[in-house]
């Protein structure tokens, strides 16, 4: 028999906190709180897959070594075993995320690569590498991402970014085929 329990307790971590709504072996659901400038262990789960919905904040989010910016909407599907932070590099936003857990959910399934907080790593490995080439199309207008639909911000903070000059001369050549001379002064910048 699933002995299922419905629980609304408060964990408070040191990078926030989680209250779960929802918890069985199978399957839990839970809320996720980021406080501003902090950020979870690059972790690893051995026995479950974890699905997140960022409800509010931005920050940086590195899976399997890619990092990629997260806002409000965006969904990371995390099977087991994949490396895994969040970073809320905010000054006054915490980011909350909807959790879904599935497999063998137990909160002690976790291998920590990297910790800020100093808590027990189980495997050295090299701290994520952050990403540090963006794509200037114009003077003031960075590329936001490039999903069928070239997107364009004036933040830089917010603009796309590669671990090397290389992936991004990449897209630079597919941005210069898709949309001929339309962006002629476009830069690789760091």
């Not at 000054?91 to 002690?108: A, F, L, R, S």
Request: with cysteine; aromatic share 8%.
């Amino acid at each position: 028999m699933n002995s299922a329990v419905q629980v609304h307790i408060k964990v408070n971590k040191p990078w926030g906190s989680y209250q779960d709504i929802f918890r069985s072996k199978e399957v839990v659901f839970k809320v996720i709180t980021v406080d501003p400038g902090e950020e979870i262990s690059y972790q690893t789960h051995e026995k479950r897959g974890e699905f997140w919905y960022i409800h509010s904040g931005v920050g940086r989010m590195i899976l399997n070594g890619e990092d990629f910016r997260v806002s409000p909407g965006c969904d990371i599907i995390i099977d087991p075993e994949m490396d895994h932070q969040i970073v809320n590099n905010s000054d006054d936003t915490p980011i909350v995320i909807y959790e879904m857990q599935y497999g063998e959910c137990d909160e002690n399934d976790i291998v920590r690569l990297s910790d800020k907080y100093n808590r027990d790593l189980q495997e050295v490995k090299e701290p994520p590498k952050i990403a540090q080439y963006k794509i200037l199309l114009d003077t003031n207008r960075y590329l936001l991402n490039n999903n069928n639909i070239l997107a364009i911000t004036l933040n830089k903070d917010l603009a796309l970014s590669f671990n090397t000059s290389d992936e991004a001369e990449k897209l630079v050549e597919q941005i210069k085929l898709q949309h001929g001379n339309k962006y002629p002064n476009i830069l690789i910048v760091e």
